[in-house]
């Protein structure tokens, strides 16, 4: 039996690993690998973080995606390195 499709993903700066699924027991490391799954599987709608997330480049959240910041999180990056949500996407902290 294959495994229940994902709606959300977590993400865990501090914990995650990338080789994960991206479920609340098997959290992502980085935001990016996060979008890219969600690219891959447009059913997911939420994407949580929470922990100490460096981004190395701009993200853009999806239509339709809510990036959801939960617990401690801090976010850095440099130069251009951001968020941007598209018309749509919302941000829930």
Known sequence: MAPAALT???VDGA????????????ALKTLAKALELQEADPSV???HVKGDLALSAAVTI???????????????GSGKDGITLESGASLAC
């Not at 914990?15 to 098997?26: K, L, Q």
């Not at 999806?62 to 850095?76: F, H, Q, R, Y």
């Open 8 to 10: 959300e993903l977590w």
């Open 15 to 26: 914990a995650g690993d990338d080789a994960n699924d991206g479920s609340a027991s098997a």
């Open 45 to 47: 709608t939420t994407i």
């Open 62 to 76: 999806p239509s339709g995606v809510t990036l959801s910041i939960s617990d401690d999180t801090t976010m850095t």
